[in-house]
């Protein structure tokens, strides 16, 4: 069973619009951690912010926020006024301790996102 | 204050050859992983290991590749007899200590492409 869906696959926005990516996610666990990260088209992969369960406080950094939310399963990547070299790829992942898992990340199928001036 | 490294960034190979792909963790870090990016997919774990020891090899395939770190230089990840179905960008990533809570920084990723 997949544990981590993005079933956006791909969203096409105009610079300055605002655009939220969704992550929804499933573990047996009550603690686990929850991540995002950017692959642009250099194809690297950059980190770009972790969440315990334990603390479901939004967050925000500059342009990019995050919504937490247990109650949904939720884990989702608000970007506000787009802007052209936003356009990537977006994990979002998940690491449990269930069965004893010793930290790989279970990552979801990605959300690319296009940015057109 | 370098960033965790691989090489090759690209490799070729034919059909029946070895690849071996490089990865050196970011300074202070002893934790390394490594996963495969198929084509239009995710990221899957395929091992992690610690110097001289792999703590967790539960989804690398069982047959033809094999990963090491040892105590002095890169890990390596190595694919022998390759096919076309081993195409895919590898990425290795690294964190300061072991388990679930760290955050993995990666690498730039190898492309593998197989003739």
């Known amino acids: 069973a997949q544990k981590v869906t993005q079933a956006q696959t791909e969203i096409s926005v105009v610079e300055k619009e605002d655009v939220t990516l969704d992550c929804v996610y499933e573990?047996?666990?009550?603690?686990?951690?929850l991540f995002w990260y950017k692959q642009p088209p250099s194809g690297e992969l950059v980190f770009l912010i972790r969440r315990n369960s334990f603390d479901e406080q939004n967050e925000i950094s500059g342009r990019y926020s995050w919504n937490f939310q247990k109650s949904t399963s939720s884990f989702n990547f608000t970007i506000t006024a787009s802007q052209v070299v936003d356009s990537a790829v977006y994990f979002c992942a998940l690491s449990e301790n269930y069965g004893g898992s010793q930290g790989n990340l279970i990552f979801g199928k990605g959300t690319k996102l296009s940015v057109k001036p | 204050n370098a960033g965790v490294m691989q090489n090759p960034r690209h490799l070729v190979r034919r059909r029946g050859q070895e690849a071996r792909l490089r990865c050196s963790p970011m300074k202070g870090h002893s934790h390394v992983y490594w996963y495969r990016q198929l084509p239009e997919e995710g990221l899957k774990f395929m091992v992690y290991l610690q110097k001289e020891n792999i703590i967790d090899e539960s989804g690398m395939p069982k047959e033809r590749f094999s990963a090491e770190f040892p105590k002095e230089g890169p890990s390596i990840l190595r694919i022998q007899q390759v096919v076309r179905g081993d195409s895919a960008a590898y990425f290795c990533?690294?964190?300061?200590?072991?388990?679930?809570?760290?955050?993995?920084?990666f690498g730039p990723g190898t492309r593998l492409l197989v003739l």
């Open positions: 990533a690294s964190s300061p200590a072991s388990g679930w809570r760290e955050t993995q920084y």
């Open positions: 573990t047996r666990d009550t603690t686990y951690y």
